[in-house]
């Protein structure tokens, strides 16, 4: 049977056209968001007609093409791509049917409207709500929110009133509408509730998410999928050489100074008393050890234990004040208060009686980098002056409201602030990362001397060292997260070092049969260690903001971590593959390297694909909608058609060779440290907290 479809080829080429303009649209509207406002890209391009039809057409050009193309004879393709239209059709029913906007309720108002958040009108509801309390739950002993709660009562004049509760992750449920905690007045009389109102299109597109995450269980068992294909692929047996040797490092020791401190005897007994600190309690040393890290940017002052130092400048403000260990990063600033290097004296900040940092405040303003600079001087002055009027330090309370810690916790906690584990690991891994790597190459080209009985030794001891750096990291991971009480996925700094324990336990799980899985390995995760090490991610443990205390986040950021270290794997493989393809005698190789990429593509871009959709049910759950166009998400997106592009070798020729499908999957991954680096550092967004 014939059917009046335009050809193949040219439906091809009007999916691949509209999918380009589509990745470059979404690209462009982050950056034009950052400088216009999401206002304006809200109303000019996600809820925009144009690009609803954009997305329509793409969607009907590919149901033309799977026609043709018979999916319906390969159930896991199929699947899979109709779950693709059924998400696009959630989306278009949302945006035909659904409703949202906020409802403002002050203690003991009532109220039947809600103001509609698309043009400020507003929408009746067949009940009414009633505000009796709104209230804040803090953490114990701190004025840290642990929870933000509205207390109502929902009643339509013909059944008894129902009293319910709405807090952060806590949805309130009648006749359709959802009701969730956005915000409060600042009197703490009032509270601010978001209504969702979606009867089809939140259904439907779950639905979708259901039938995606099946076709894809279907696609990787299916004997006659291109997946299981690949992994019948004999190449497998194979494996390729992967060697080095091991490189010691040392560290200097700072000059020691005599300073007014507490002998190491007392300081030592003041470690493992319980405080209240970043809204938990802890050992002293947690607080002594931030404050000497955000004041030097060192764990330790010439041989001196944070508590030593603090110590002193409790004991002896008068002489800590002209000792110069405050540091300043910026340069222009160090010019304007006469440094001569990068640490200052508290006395170097004032000019008799005048704060010097106020005056540059006044100059400057809070924008640009020496704005910047000054707000983080401002804050490490602030910590010293807390310090010395005793508002630093907060004590357990006597009368029992503030449970204290077993000393196994204690215990625990003052071995994770001791131990250098992101320094032992970054420095180690990355060494043996480099030296193994050079080693791949040199083996791969010198096939002669792949019997030697000495490198099959070394070969049998960086496996070893492979998996004693993964025991150690996984080690560290347990300890935070049996201090903290929680899975530390929680910032930005956490993410990284779950990243590095994925990357470790992909390589080991791969170093059997595929040798360059060790270098691999040691270098993604030294340098994404290295990364969280130097940057501005903070390591404190603090408690949860209300957002985050919810099931979906470990699940969400978990799945998302594993994708993007197996997408890193391809990066790193496309790299030597770039590098080999070019010598005739590494044929074999980069073959098997370009199996192993193809391998990895499945479940990476698969759990990406449902880290993605957890996390708009998470987002649905805490913020009452699926999906927000927010940076992070349209990145996360961008990602996910980036990839998904590369497993259609039929319709686009050029991934089926070697050379370009590598240069591709190296190119790809500058999407994946966009979206995890590039929106919270230069386009913000919701997201941003993390």
């Not at 096939?447 to 750096?469: E, G, N, V, Y």
Request: hydrophobic letters at 45%; proline letters at 4%.
């Amino acid at each position: 049977m014939r059917h009046s479809f335009p050809a193949r080829n040219v439906l091809r080429k009007i999916i691949i056209t509209i999918y380009i303009i589509l990745v470059a649209t979404l690209i462009t509207a982050t950056i034009v968001e950052r400088v216009q406002g999401t206002a304006f890209v809200q109303d000019f391009l996600y809820h925009s007609l144009w690009f609803g039809c954009m997305w329509g057409v793409l969607a009907v050009t590919a149901t033309m093409l799977f026609v043709q193309l018979s999916f319906w004879r390969q159930l896991s393709r199929f699947l899979l791509h109709a779950s693709l239209l059924v998400i696009l059709l959630g989306a278009l029913a949302t945006y035909i049917n659904g409703e949202n906007g906020y409802l403002h309720l002050r203690n003991g108002e009532s109220a039947r409207q809600f103001i509609l958040s698309s043009n400020g009108s507003r929408q009746n509801m067949p009940f009414e709500m009633k505000l009796d309390n709104f209230e804040i739950e803090y953490y114990p002993g701190t004025d840290m929110p642990a929870d933000y709660i509205s207390n109502i009562t929902c009643s339509d004049g013909s059944s008894m009133p129902v009293k319910a509760e709405i807090s952060m992750n806590k949805i309130f449920t009648r006749d359709g509408y959802r009701f969730y905690q956005s915000s409060f007045d600042h009197d703490k009389q009032g509270s601010i509730l978001y209504v969702n109102y979606d009867p089809y299109g939140t259904a439907i597109t779950y639905a979708g998410y259901v039938m995606l995450v099946f076709s894809m269980i279907i696609l990787l068992l299916d004997r006659k999928s291109e997946f299981r294909k690949l992994l019948r692929n004999p190449l497998l047996k194979k494996s390729l050489p992967a060697l080095a040797i091991l490189f010691s490092t040392m560290q200097l020791q700072a000059e020691v100074k005599t300073l007014p401190v507490l002998d190491r005897v007392s300081a030592d007994s003041l470690a493992s008393k319980q405080i209240i600190y970043n809204g938990r309690v802890a050992p002293f040393n947690t607080l002594a050890r931030d404050f000497l890290q955000k004041l030097s940017g060192h764990d330790s002052y010439d041989n001196l234990t944070p508590e030593q130092v603090i110590g002193g400048w409790l004991l002896h403000p008068e002489i800590w004040q002209d000792e110069p260990m405050i540091l300043i990063k910026n340069k222009q600033l160090r010019e304007k208060l006469g440094l001569k290097n990068e640490y200052a004296a508290l006395t170097d900040l004032f000019d008799g009686k005048n704060y010097l940092l106020q005056q540059y405040w006044d100059e400057y303003g809070g924008s640009g980098k020496m704005g910047k600079a000054i707000r983080d001087v401002d804050e490490k002055v602030g910590l010293i002056l807390m310090l010395r009027n005793g508002t630093l330090i907060v004590p357990i309370p006597e009368d029992g409201s503030v449970e204290r810690l077993p000393d196994m916790k204690i215990n625990a906690e003052l071995l994770y602030n001791r131990l250098p584990f992101d320094r032992l690991m970054f420095m180690t891994c990355i060494t043996l990362g480099i030296l193994s790597f050079i080693r791949i190459l040199y083996g791969t080209t010198r096939q002669s001397i792949k019997r030697h009985a000495t490198l099959r030794k070394i070969d049998c001891f960086f496996k070893i060292a492979l998996i004693a750096a993964m025991l150690f990291h996984l080690c560290s991971y347990i300890l935070r997260w049996y201090i903290s009480n929680r899975i530390p996925l929680s910032n930005g700094y956490e993410t990284m070092q779950f990243l590095a324990l994925c990357t470790l336990v992909t390589a080991v799980a791969l170093c059997r049969r595929f040798s360059f899985a060790i270098p691999f390995g040691f270098i993604l995760a030294g340098f994404t260690l290295l990364v969280a090490h130097i940057s501005k991610m903070d390591p404190q443990i603090t408690q949860l903001m209300p957002v985050l205390v919810s099931p979906w986040l470990s699940a969400h950021v978990s799945v998302i971590m594993i994708a993007y270290c197996l997408l890193a794997f391809i990066m790193l493989d496309g790299v030597l593959a770039l590098i080999l393809i070019s010598h005739e005698s590494c044929t074999e190789q980069v073959k098997q390297l370009t199996l192993l990429s193809r391998l990895l593509l499945y479940p990476a871009v698969f759990l990406l694909t449902i880290g993605i959709f957890l996390g708009a049910v998470w987002a649905n759950v805490s913020w009452g909608r699926y999906w927000a166009w927010d940076p992070k998400e349209v990145w996360a997106l961008i990602t996910l058609l980036i990839y998904a592009a590369a497993f259609h070798t039929s319709s686009i020729k050029a991934f089926a060779r070697p050379r370009f499908f590598h240069i591709y999957m190296v190119g790809a991954f500058l999407a994946v440290l966009m979206t995890y680096f590039g929106v919270n550092y230069l386009l913000g967004g919701m997201h941003s907290y993390a």
